[in-house]
């Protein structure tokens, strides 16, 4: 199995092949809306900690604040969006479907796009075996058809964890993008060998929660950075003359408090109206790459990759 590392084929931006967004746009801009569920007493885990905050579970403090996201904090920011005519994409922890049917009712009527987040947001894929990494995928594929009917595209894996064969093991399993790398301005190839999978980029910038979650970063701060990226990157693709693409990552139990909505008011105002930017779903962006740049941006990242090794075989 392929090493992450040589999962990342190198391309400068600069230089990779154009890239067209639909209707000659400059700009994609998608929101990943994690929609989670934190369980109050957690499961055993490898790699990391939920409640660090105390010794001994629960931690009453920070389960409720997270709780609130699903009771007031998601009617709220969806209240937000359908102001301004464009819809989020959920990532959403998939027991969520499960557990409360009164979101998993919202989702199928309102037909809102849904990549995987896991199933938990406390349970995670560091120290998986292949095996179990598979079987954690095939859940996660079940739930979302069985609730939906709908395929699932994509994921952005519970807490950002991985193992080093997770981008290779969804592909194999069918996904088509994978939303934890924030290393582009553009989707790119992950070379893994089987399938057609994605580097979906995503933020951890323009992100409320770990701007907010027990850091010194004011809400004003996300406003501020979400209007300067998304200035700067449409000035960047006229410049460069490509699409470029825009994430901005939010959580209910955050933007969703009645002190913020308010801020993402302000971003939305800011980023809806202007006639060279799609407002699209991860699963959108995902689909229209897949058909006309994934080709050629793989072929132009493998080439590059041969030259680099012949350079270096020859410098030895």
Known sequence: MQSLRDVTPYSPIVDRPKLEWPGGKRLAVWTALNVEHYEMMTP?????????????????????????????????????????????????????????PRIRDEIIERDLCVMSHGIFNTRFLFGMEPEEERAFYTDNIESLQRHTGHRLRGMLTPAVSNTPNTPTLMAEMGFTYHADWVHDDQPVPLDVGVGRMISMPYSYDLNDAPLWDGRPYSGDYLVDSCIAQFDRLLADAERWDTGLTMCIALHPYQIGQPQHIGRLRRILDHIVGDDRVWHATADEIADHYLEHAYDEQLAYARDLAAVGAARSSDAR
């Open 44 to 100: 055993p885990a490898v790699g990391r900690v939920t409640w660090d905050r105390v010794t001994h579970e629960p931690d009453v403090r920070e389960y409720s604040l997270r709780d609130h996201g699903n009771r007031v904090g998601l009617w709220r920011t969806l209240e937000a969006y359908d102001a301004v005519g464009i819809a989020p994409t959920l990532s959403l922890n998939l027991a969520v479907l499960d557990m409360f």
